[in-house]
């Protein structure tokens, strides 16, 4: 009897998805639903990592998560969102990379524009860029910042003045296709040749920033950094249109100076901590009139990081929050809506 035909080989993978993932598993499962969807995912031309930094609420019991070609990883900590990618380039390699955040909203052919844009870059004389950002919208439709300009000491003060929505990026009406600074890794596609070279993102930061250093890495190591509207997607929760707990105030201070520290002059940076140590006295005085005690805490945790990585010690990665957190768990912070709470001192129980 003949022998029956065999199935094809499985295609190597040319990309790999890595979506990082901190207590977002309904926005997770909705993508990686869209994406095992995808024909290049069902070939194998494709494969996705989902990496969860140890979330508090467990992973889900869902059959997209136990798709073939698709590898969940489990950190047993939450080492940020640099830690998170490299965990997901180590678990799912291939030429490509691309980094989605989970609260992004991808239309079906996303993954067969992606690759499409890799063959143009690849065939191109001078080779391929070695990072690519994509163009982001909002869920109106507008444009949403994704390229900015390497921070300096006096940019970053003029931006302090600057509205959040556009205070790091480049304006929409002055954005080409082309080279660019620095992109977000909101949907962000790396060559992997790059991320060998340059030993995969810098762990020290744990949030904020890290894309931003990865670019600066690429740059010196010779790799051109792109910003591509060719390919764009709907990102819904960007961090420029969210509340700032306090805790999150010492990890975006944080991030910057150790920024600073990492990749600019020395006299850069100094200035900048002294700006920063300032900033935190005048702030945290001020929360301490109101009362504030959770933001009081966390302006004395920046100034204590700032004076730490100013004597070349200080946080890094995971301490950073771990740190964060403790300066500010004596109060809540007060979120948005009808029912927020506002941290304030004990007071006596009125006599009766």
């Not at 620095?182 to 949907?187: E, F, L």
Request: charged share 25%; hydrophobic share 40%.
């Amino acid at each position: 009897m003949a022998d029956s035909p065999r199935p094809p080989a499985p295609a190597e993978p040319r990309l790999a998805v890595v979506v990082v993932n901190y207590d977002g598993w309904p926005d997770v499962l909705g993508l990686a639903g869209r994406l095992a969807c995808e024909p290049e995912f069902l070939s194998g031309a494709c494969r996705v990592a989902v990496v969860d930094n140890a979330s508090p609420s467990p992973a889900p019991d869902a059959e997209v998560l136990r798709s073939p070609g698709l590898r969940l990883v489990m950190r047993p900590d939450n080492g940020g969102f640099a830690a998170g990618v490299n965990a997901g380039w180590r678990a799912c390699r291939a030429p490509w990379l691309l980094l989605l955040n989970p609260d992004v909203d991808v239309e079906p052919g996303l993954l067969a524009r992606i690759l499409a844009r890799i063959d143009a870059y690849e065939a191109r004389l001078e080779g391929p860029p070695g990072v690519v950002g994509y163009a982001l919208r909002n869920e109106d439709g507008t444009p949403q910042g994704s390229v900015g300009v390497f921070p300096g000491l006096l940019r970053s003060l003029r931006e302090q003045f600057a509205p959040r929505r556009s205070r790091k990026y480049v304006p929409e009406r002055r954005l080409r296709a082309g080279r660019a600074d620095w992109v977000t890794g909101a949907c962000l596609l790396i060559d992997g040749r790059l991320m060998a070279e340059a030993g995969g993102f810098d762990e020290e930061f744990f949030l904020y920033h890290e894309e931003v250093a990865f670019c600066r890495v690429a740059a010196d190591l010779g790799y051109a950094v792109e910003y591509d509207p060719a390919v764009a997607v709907v990102h819904r929760k960007p961090l420029q249109d969210r509340a700032i707990s306090p805790k999150m105030r010492v990890v975006i201070r944080h991030s910057k100076l150790l920024y600073f520290r990492k990749h600019l002059p020395r006299p850069q940076f100094l200035a900048l901590s002294a700006i920063v140590t300032l900033e935190a006295a005048v702030r945290g005085a001020w929360a301490a009139i109101r009362g504030r005690d959770a933001e009081r805490g966390a302006w004395r945790e920046v100034a204590a990081t700032a004076r730490e990585l100013r004597r070349g010690g200080g946080p890094l990665g995971r301490e950073v929050i771990e740190r964060a957190e403790r300066a500010t768990a004596e109060a809540r912070w007060p979120g948005p809506g009808p029912n927020r709470t506002r941290a304030t001192r004990a007071r006596p129980a009125p006599r009766r």
